[in-house]
């Protein structure tokens, strides 16, 4: 799978806040093109039609489709680019430049790796790059995630896992260290992601850049079992 594909991805998660805000005028009317489009499961799709507050709604149906994947991310950018979209949603028009500014960010980026000397990553063929990372994530890769993450848990738990606070704060009460308060968490976002709680998809939420998580500390995630 490209790395433009997985740009989506982060598209989304770095304008999330922006998307609620502006869809959450008429959630069902996105909810329904979404559909329309078999960008959700079913089981997903009754799930966030049955929310009733909007931006709840808007937000369930943002975190769907990112666990998904990019083609997915990559469907919803689109959706968002439409123009019956576009014109029910006005404030809408930024996520159009945004695309095209990131997809010209990938193109640069593959023309730097392509003057780079090859070296075994680069050799890699692209079915197997593509599953890096695929595999469930461990309580050993959770752990040494823990062990990198400082002060700020609490804010990568609400804005990048989508932790509730009041969950948050029954870790705290729960667990007196700092590393078994953070495994805590990042193991309830395992319970909660299910079959969906992959190395990838956890290396692409903490991956954020307004995260103070050091890039480095992370990129063992997307590493072949």
Same mark, same amino acid.
């Given at each position: 799978?490209?790395?433009?594909?997985?740009?989506?991805?982060?598209?989304?998660?770095?304008?999330?806040?922006?998307?609620?805000?502006?869809? $959450?005028?008429?959630?069902?009317?996105?909810?329904?093109?979404?559909? $329309?489009?078999?960008?959700?499961?079913?089981?997903?799709?009754?799930?966030?039609?049955?929310?009733?507050?909007?931006?709840?709604?808007?937000?369930?149906?943002?975190?769907?489709?990112?666990?998904?994947?990019?083609?997915?991310?990559?469907?919803?950018?689109?959706?968002?680019?439409?123009?019956?979209?576009?014109?029910?949603?006005?404030?809408?028009?930024?996520?159009? &430049?945004?695309?095209? &500014?990131?997809?010209?960010?990938?193109?640069?980026? %593959?023309?730097?790796?392509?003057?780079?000397?090859?070296?075994?990553?680069? %050799?890699?063929?692209?079915?197997?790059?593509?599953?890096?990372?695929?595999?469930?994530? %461990?309580?050993?890769?959770?752990?040494?995630?823990?062990?990198?993450?400082?002060?700020?848990?609490?804010? /990568?738990?609400?804005?990048?896992?989508? /932790?509730?606070?009041?969950?948050?704060?029954? /870790?705290?009460?729960?667990?007196?260290?700092?590393?078994?308060?953070?495994?805590?968490?990042?193991?309830?976002?395992? &319970?909660?992601?299910?079959?969906?709680? %992959?190395?990838?998809?956890?290396?692409?939420?903490?991956?954020?850049?307004?995260?103070?998580?050091?890039?480095? $500390? /992370?990129?063992?995630?997307?590493?072949?079992?």
């Amino acid at each position: 799978m490209s790395g433009k594909l997985w740009k989506h991805i982060e598209v989304l998660q770095s304008h999330k806040a922006k998307l609620i805000d502006i869809l $959450s005028s008429d959630a069902d009317f996105v909810l329904q093109h979404a559909d $329309s489009r078999f960008l959700l499961s079913p089981q997903g799709y009754k799930q966030i039609k049955a929310c009733r507050n909007p931006s709840e709604k808007v937000t369930d149906l943002l975190d769907h489709v990112i666990s998904r994947g990019p083609d997915a991310a990559h469907g919803l950018l689109e959706l968002l680019k439409d123009k019956e979209l576009q014109e029910n949603f006005p404030m809408l028009d930024f996520i159009k &430049n945004v695309q095209v &500014n990131t997809q010209s960010s990938a193109e640069k980026e %593959t023309s730097r790796q392509q003057k780079r000397p090859l070296d075994s990553e680069d %050799t890699i063929p692209p079915k197997k790059a593509c599953r890096r990372g695929s595999h469930l994530v %461990t309580e050993k890769q959770l752990m040494t995630v823990a062990r990198a993450t400082g002060r700020s848990w609490r804010e /990568i738990g609400i804005l990048a896992l989508d /932790i509730p606070s009041v969950k948050l704060d029954e /870790i705290m009460e729960d667990h007196s260290r700092h590393v078994e308060r953070v495994f805590e968490m990042l193991r309830c976002w395992r &319970n909660r992601q299910r079959d969906e709680a %992959t190395a990838a998809r956890l290396h692409s939420l903490l991956s954020h850049e307004d995260l103070a998580l050091p890039k480095d $500390s /992370i990129d063992f995630l997307l590493e072949t079992s």
